[in-house]
């Protein structure tokens, strides 16, 4: 179950539960992010939620304050550090500053997405102690990733928000450790403590979470797509390549609100996607919403402490529920 203890980097030690918030476009900003970091988990943001590459240097400089202000304040907390995603794609004209700008701040977990990171990024995180964690769907993604030095992968099974892949998460996470014993994080219709602990015992070490916090009061998300989670079931998700070019899963009633029908889009192309200005298409991400299978488990917005008490009780209560089914 999971990787060996000393195979996962230090920062990734000591969390107050085995999750990372997954980096949303428009939806994750320094509100949202402090919140989670501050309740024990992983907080990330893509670094292109930052609108100008300025705009990143300043809510670095922010955030890592305000972290080092609530550590001194609430010695006794545990404090999760922040991830930056970087997209690695050749429409993203700012990787390369935006990259420097993580190596100023020592960013100490960057998420690499879309393509496997260069040599001189990967060594740019590694100079200071930073790690990078990096999103794949397939075996051959992951391939990919190990070859070009990541320390970690990020498994996006069927069912995740955004952009996720096809396959089974026990198939993905199972191909994924027989070739990797390093930290293997899984992604796909996570929103529950039981599904946190699920992870673990397919062979993942922590649990990726997206669109659970979507639905929160943190969240820069508008109040018409946070109540859509709430509405939602898993069947009103919609599987596409249309908007961007990649596949993706979007809430339904937003394509419709975009007067399309989500059952007869068209096939999208990858030569659409442009990420230079924090979205791959007009509109989309802002008006076209993106989320996991896992809203019909969503039946409130709530803020971010509440929900990881939540994540946290429910884990807790899934580990006692299974040492009473060992000892039955």
Request: charged letters at 20%.
């Amino acid at each position: 179950m999971g990787s060996k203890t000393d195979n996962i980097p230090q920062v990734l030690k000591n969390l107050r539960l085995p999750v990372i918030s997954a980096p949303m476009f428009t939806v994750s900003y320094p509100e949202l992010v402090m919140a989670q970091c501050k309740a024990g988990i992983v907080g990330s943001f893509p670094a292109l939620n930052a609108r100008q590459p300025e705009l990143l240097d300043e809510w670095l400089t922010q955030m890592n304050e305000e972290l080092d202000s609530f550590k001194k304040e609430n010695p006794e907390k545990i404090v999760g550090p922040i991830a930056v995603n970087q997209i690695v794609h050749s429409s993203n004209v700012r990787l390369e500053q935006d990259v420097a700008t993580c190596v100023k701040h020592q960013v100490p977990i960057i998420i690499s997405s879309l393509r496997a990171p260069v040599k001189e990024i990967v060594d740019a995180v590694h100079s200071y102690g930073g790690i990078i964690l990096h999103d794949v769907i397939n075996i051959r993604h992951a391939q990919k990733a190990l070859e070009a030095g990541v320390d970690g992968l990020i498994v996006v099974a069927a069912g995740a928000g955004g952009h996720a892949g096809t396959l089974s998460p026990m198939a993905l996470v199972g191909e994924v450790r027989r070739i990797f014993n390093g930290p293997i994080v899984l992604s796909g219709s996570i929103v529950t403590g039981k599904a946190v602990l699920a992870a673990q015992v397919m062979g993942a070490d922590f649990a990726y979470v997206g669109t659970r916090f979507i639905a929160s009061h943190e969240a820069n998300a508008s109040e018409a797509y946070k109540e859509a989670l709430v509405k939602a079931n898993a069947a009103d998700i919609i599987y596409s390549n249309y908007f961007s070019g990649v596949h993706g899963n979007y809430v339904r009633e937003s394509i419709e609100r975009a007067g399309l029908d989500p059952d007869n889009l068209k096939d999208g192309h990858k030569d659409k996607m442009s990420f230079a200005d924090g979205r791959s298409k007009p509109k989309t991400w802002k008006d076209i919403w993106g989320a996991g299978q896992g809203v019909g488990q969503i039946d409130s917005l709530l803020p971010v402490s509440t929900i990881i008490d939540n994540l946290a009780r429910e884990y807790t209560q899934a580990i006692d529920a299974v040492n009473h089914l060992k000892r039955s």
